[in-house]
């Protein structure tokens, strides 16, 4: 059994949980709050994540090796001090950027070559570099170094990249346990979890999966979904996926999603997430409520006195009315941005806490079953 892990109680497959960290417990499951460059884009605080009900931050390891520097970090005290956040600090391993900056790099067997999306300048990555980035941040949990294939890439290429990326693995864990011996480094006691890739081919998925689970890592993700299979195939993986995954460990599904999403993935043993959604959504001023998405931009809203959602307890809901922030949104003023943001995670954060009730009470069906009848906005 897990130390850091306690499974609370399950309702179906469904887990309600405590991760114990040396940054604090987290109750899953749970939504992270996702500030790739150490801040929410929509000019929200730390303060205002507290206030908003923020478990854990997501920071990402190849933006913050960019700028201002992974070592800048550690030399102003490590992430948590840089950006006076005291909560759980999860960092993405600079894996996923293997698959999103496509165009400006190379995989080999050592790494990954990059070319900055900033300056152009050479960057190399591989297992072990992550994991030295990642320990300069003094994250509470750090990512392996993986490569994400695309979901519609043949069988041929994505067993040789699950392979490279179970090697990968390997090699992170060593570096990880080297780096956490040393007497500099800022957080001795930073967490690893391991990523099952494998695109939609489910024998691939569950090889992978008995392969990580063998390693007795802090936790387990599975990545490379949502990027561009459909749903029901990325309901499928998952529910292939988490029961060769070990039960008393966290299960982690990176980049996910829309609050369907979530209330699937839950349903299937998933305890952590993240996704961009929330926050980019609302910088557009698309927002959540139990009967939908509503973008505020239209005309309909002009004179609605209404808060976003009634009963929201959101700090835009407790004091704006959606014809106040439409008319912000419209004016270009950041406020308007800033608090349909403040919203909309509020929405995320206020739903985890829903999800954990309802499984705690043994309900957990009913509860998923009544938000989606009544979520018709997105699927």
């Known amino acids: 059994m897990s130390k850091d892990y306690k499974l609370i109680k ?63 970090v550690k030399k102003l005290g490590g992430l948590h001090k840089f950006m006076n956040w005291d909560r759980p600090i999860l960092t993405d391993s600079g894996g996923f950027q293997v698959f999103s900056l496509a165009s400006l790099r190379k995989i080999k067997e050592e790494g990954v070559y990059f070319q900055s999306h900033i300056d ?10 992550s994991m030295q980035i990642q320990s300069n941040l003094a994250s509470t949990i750090a990512m392996a170094f993986d490569e994400c294939p695309s979901s519609v890439a043949d069988r041929g290429y994505v067993q040789a990249s699950v392979d490279r990326t179970t090697r990968w693995l390997k090699r992170c864990k060593v570096e990880m346990d080297r780096l956490n011996s040393l007497e500099d480094t800022i957080n001795r006691r930073q967490m690893l979890f391991g990523i099952n890739q494998g695109a939609i081919y489910d024998d691939i998925r569950v090889e992978h999966a008995k392969q990580i689970a063998e390693l007795n890592l802090d936790g387990y993700a599975i990545g490379g979904l949502a990027v561009g299979e459909t749903h029901e195939e990325m309901y499928r993986i998952i529910e292939s996926t988490v029961p060769y995954l070990p039960e008393d460990k966290p299960i982690y599904l990176m980049g996910v999603g829309t ?6 993935a839950v349903d299937r043993g998933v305890d952590f997430f993240d996704c961009v959604y929330p926050s980019r959504n609302g910088r557009h001023g698309h927002v959540y409520t139990n009967d939908g998405k509503l973008n505020l931009f239209n005309a309909r809203y002009e004179l609605d ?21 439409r008319h912000l949104l419209k004016a270009k003023e950041m406020l308007g941005m800033r608090l349909c943001v403040l919203h909309n995670l509020y929405f995320y954060n206020h739903m985890m806490e829903e999800i954990r009730d309802a499984i705690d009470e043994g309900r957990y069906q009913e509860y998923k079953r009544e938000k989606i009848e009544r979520y018709q906005g997105e699927s």
């Open 305 to 325: 006195e209404r808060p976003i959602e009634e009963g929201c307890q959101c700090p835009a809901c407790r004091s704006y009315s959606r014809a106040y922030i």
């Open 259 to 264: 609050p369907i999403n979530i209330l699937e």
């Open 120 to 129: 152009g300048r050479k960057i190399f990555m591989g297992p072990e570099e």
């Open 10 to 72: 399950k309702d179906g497959r469904a887990k309600r949980g405590e991760f114990h960290t040396v940054h604090g417990v987290i109750q899953t499951p749970v939504f992270m709050n996702v500030g790739t460059v150490a801040a929410i884009k929509g000019a929200v605080s730390t303060e205002d994540l507290r206030g908003i009900g923020t478990q854990v931050e997501l920071s990402n390891t190849y933006h913050l090796h960019v700028r201002p520097g992974d070592k800048i």
